[in-house]
């Protein structure tokens, strides 16, 4: 049989062909179902920065009547920081930087970065050519001003896990501090009221499609490393959505407290016993604090948070809220060498927030909103052996808890503020007295996203009264005109006027306890507080 060897070798061509030709079409068939893909985005910097910039001329009638506390007054008006109103305005101009710096190696493939943030504080014409934060910005500058915030490493070890290590914010939200906006940390779990500062520990979050936690351990003071003299804080926050628009959240915090008031602030000290509380507006414990009688307290914070739609991204209503109780035992000690308790008493107050709003035009400045605050509180100095209002973190910090969110200017701290953040009620406890109060406050957008307007207005009644005065903590009115030239820059006109009532009829908190000299004086309700202040704020990255 003779083989067509050239016919053999054609149709194999040809077989070849067909295949190659029917390849090249499903080749095509498939290319034209993948996405269109761009070139591969750089990858981001290693090191990045960010900054805050603010700078505002202030006019008030409220100011520090010990000239070593003039520069930087924190705290309650007419508390511990000796400030004051006066019939006469106090004229200044403040200026605050904020630096932020995150290292992000490719070698670990964004799973390990350092956050470092700074803050550089001044009033102008203050100081110059010494050592020291919150100045350096008098005539010739050279001021060694520089103070830390946060210096820690986020680790993500696994897709959502998230671990920070170091110094760091202690919020009191189950969101990542680093990684969410400041206004929705203070709009969400229990903001800031509680827990609001920095502090040294370490944290793990794990975020998932519909629920969120955070474990979290930190060492607020450690005193003698060879003693059992530490104050150490543990948290617990979930939060869970139950709906697109309504989440739900519970937390737990303890305080281990064995430092006796020592450590903290300056000569101030902190702790239950300490003169920081009559600086910020807590309640002083009548401990002691003399080494020979140490105190050993557990305070324990469990409560609920909730919210729906809180920065009107979601709908035109709003609530949110939060309910919390405050408990636990402090132990005050025999003379050294003795376990024996000499005195025991007991912490159980309460606390409770709601909010609520309704947007009714097209941008997030087109809205109305109410929120109320209420703490328990105690009238007796522990006479019975027992506290019923409630602690925050302004026991152990200056400040330790920011509850800057509901409006106020003047009656509720503001966070605008370089170095003076002061206000009647600074704490939500109230000198331990509770607290029954509430802001109104209405927005609008006269330009969208350009320029805005806000009218507002605080009331507050105290659940007990100091001696020889009343429950009526006073109202305020205030306003504000904002224009944004560029974005993220901002430029503001604030002003506020708060109306005292005749709670501040008394010595004990008005400020002239130590002045007076005739009982009539008693009486008398210091001068009313006012603030104008205009701001430029800038937000840079």
């Not at 820690?152 to 990684?179: A, C, H, K, M, S």
């Not at 609520?356 to 109320?372: C, H, P, R, S, W």
């Given at each position: 049989?003779?083989?067509?060897?050239?016919?053999?070798?054609?149709?194999?061509?040809?077989?070849?062909?067909?295949?190659?030709?029917?390849?090249?079409?499903?080749?095509?068939?498939?290319?034209?179902?993948?996405?269109?893909?761009?070139?591969?985005?750089?990858?981001?910097?290693?090191?990045?920065?960010?900054?805050?910039?603010?700078?505002?001329?202030?006019?008030?009638?409220?100011?520090?009547?010990?000239?070593?506390?003039?520069?930087?007054?924190?705290?309650?008006?007419?508390?511990?920081?000796?400030?004051?109103?006066?019939?006469?305005?106090?004229?200044?101009?403040?200026?605050?930087?904020?630096?932020?710096?995150?290292?992000?190696?490719?070698?670990?493939?964004?799973?390990?970065?350092?956050?470092?943030?700074?803050?550089?504080?001044?009033?102008?014409?203050?100081?110059?050519?010494?050592?020291?934060?919150?100045?350096?910005?008098?005539?010739?500058?050279?001021?060694?001003?520089?103070?830390?915030?946060?210096?820690?490493?986020?680790?993500?070890?696994?897709?959502?896990?998230?671990?920070?290590?170091?110094?760091?914010?202690?919020?009191?939200?189950?969101?990542?501090?680093?990684?969410?906006?400041?206004?929705?940390?203070?709009?969400?779990?229990?903001?800031?009221?509680?827990?609001?500062?920095?502090?040294?520990?370490?944290?793990?979050?794990?975020?998932?499609?519909?629920?969120?936690?955070?474990?979290?351990?930190?060492?607020?003071?450690?005193?003698?490393?060879?003693?059992?003299?530490?104050?150490?804080?543990?948290?617990?926050?979930?939060?869970?959505?139950?709906?697109?628009?309504?989440?739900?959240?519970?937390?737990?915090?303890?305080?281990?407290?064995?430092?006796?008031?020592?450590?903290?602030?300056?000569?101030?000290?902190?702790?239950?016993?300490?003169?920081?509380?009559?600086?910020?507006?807590?309640?002083?414990?009548?401990?002691?604090?003399?080494?020979?009688?140490?105190?050993?307290?557990?305070?324990?914070?469990?409560?609920?948070?909730?919210?729906?739609?809180?920065?009107?991204?979601?709908?035109?209503?709003?609530?949110?809220?939060?309910?919390?109780?405050?408990?636990?035992?402090?132990?005050?000690?025999?003379?050294?060498?003795?376990?024996?308790?000499?005195?025991?008493?007991?912490?159980?107050?309460?606390?409770?927030?709601?909010?609520?709003?309704?947007?009714?035009?097209?941008?997030?400045?087109?809205?109305?909103?109410?929120?109320?605050?209420?703490?328990?509180?105690?009238?007796?100095?522990?006479?019975?052996?027992?506290?019923?209002?409630?602690?925050?973190?302004?026991?152990?910090?200056?400040?330790?808890?920011?509850?800057?969110?509901?409006?106020?200017?003047?009656?509720?701290?503001?966070?605008?503020?370089?170095?003076?953040?002061i206000a009647a009620v600074n704490d939500i406890s109230?000198?331990?007295?509770?607290?029954?109060?509430?802001?109104?406050?209405?927005?609008?957008?006269?330009?969208?996203?350009?320029?805005?307007?806000?009218?507002?207005?605080?009331?507050?009644?105290?659940?007990?009264?100091?001696?020889?005065?009343?429950?009526?903590?006073?109202?305020?009115?205030?306003?504000?005109?904002?224009?944004?030239?560029?974005?993220?820059?901002?430029?503001?006109?604030?002003?506020?006027?708060?109306?005292?009532?005749?709670?501040?009829?008394?010595s004990l908190v008005n400020g002239r306890r130590a002045?007076?000299?005739?009982?009539?004086?008693?009486?008398?309700?210091?001068?009313n507080p006012w603030v104008v202040f205009v701001a430029?704020?800038?937000?840079?990255?």
């Amino acid at each position: 049989m003779c083989i067509d060897i050239k016919g053999l070798f054609r149709r194999l061509l040809s077989v070849m062909a067909l295949l190659l030709l029917f390849g090249m079409t499903l080749y095509a068939q498939q290319v034209e179902k993948l996405p269109a893909k761009s070139a591969p985005a750089d990858p981001p910097p290693q090191l990045q920065f960010f900054a805050y910039f603010y700078n505002q001329g202030v006019m008030n009638n409220i100011y520090a009547s010990n000239d070593f506390l003039n520069g930087q007054t924190v705290g309650r008006l007419f508390g511990g920081n000796t400030s004051v109103t006066g019939k006469s305005e106090s004229i200044y101009f403040e200026q605050r930087l904020l630096p932020f710096f995150i290292y992000q190696p490719r070698i670990f493939d964004g799973r390990a970065l350092l956050r470092a943030s700074f803050e550089i504080d001044w009033t102008w014409g203050d100081r110059s050519y010494g050592i020291g934060g919150n100045t350096g910005g008098a005539f010739s500058a050279d001021q060694v001003n520089l103070q830390t915030q946060n210096v820690e490493l986020e680790l993500i070890p696994w897709p959502g896990f998230t671990v920070n290590l170091g110094l760091q914010r202690l919020y009191d939200t189950p969101y990542n501090p680093y990684r969410t906006f400041f206004s929705t940390m203070g709009y969400t779990g229990y903001r800031l009221a509680f827990w609001g500062s920095d502090a040294v520990g370490i944290s793990l979050r794990h975020d998932r499609d519909f629920s969120r936690y955070k474990l979290g351990y930190y060492q607020l003071y450690e005193n003698s490393i060879q003693k059992s003299d530490d104050v150490s804080l543990w948290e617990f926050m979930y939060e869970r959505d139950w709906t697109p628009t309504w989440r739900q959240g519970l937390s737990f915090w303890a305080v281990h407290d064995r430092g006796n008031g020592i450590g903290g602030v300056s000569i101030l000290g902190q702790g239950l016993n300490s003169l920081l509380n009559d600086y910020n507006g807590t309640f002083r414990f009548p401990l002691g604090n003399t080494p020979a009688r140490p105190y050993k307290a557990d305070i324990f914070w469990a409560g609920s948070f909730w919210n729906r739609n809180p920065e009107f991204t979601l709908g035109r209503w709003m609530v949110s809220g939060f309910a919390l109780h405050n408990f636990g035992k402090v132990r005050v000690k025999a003379p050294s060498g003795e376990d024996v308790d000499v005195r025991e008493t007991d912490i159980a107050g309460y606390a409770a927030n709601l909010r609520a709003g309704f947007k009714y035009g097209q941008t997030a400045e087109d809205i109305v909103t109410v929120d109320l605050i209420y703490t328990t509180g105690d009238e007796d100095t522990l006479r019975d052996d027992r506290y019923s209002g409630v602690i925050t973190g302004n026991t152990w910090g200056s400040p330790g808890a920011i509850f800057v969110s509901h409006g106020a200017y003047l009656l509720l701290p503001h966070g605008n503020v370089v170095n003076r953040f002061i206000a009647a009620v600074n704490d939500i406890s109230n000198l331990g007295l509770g607290l029954l109060g509430g802001t109104v406050n209405l927005h609008k957008d006269l330009l969208p996203h350009k320029l805005s307007i806000k009218a507002g207005g605080a009331m507050a009644r105290s659940q007990f009264a100091p001696a020889k005065g009343a429950k009526d903590l006073g109202w305020e009115l205030n306003g504000r005109i904002s224009y944004q030239p560029k974005a993220f820059m901002n430029l503001e006109l604030h002003a506020a006027k708060m109306w005292l009532g005749d709670f501040y009829r008394s010595s004990l908190v008005n400020g002239r306890r130590a002045n007076i000299n005739e009982a009539a004086m008693e009486t008398d309700k210091p001068s009313n507080p006012w603030v104008v202040f205009v701001a430029l704020k800038w937000l840079m990255f």
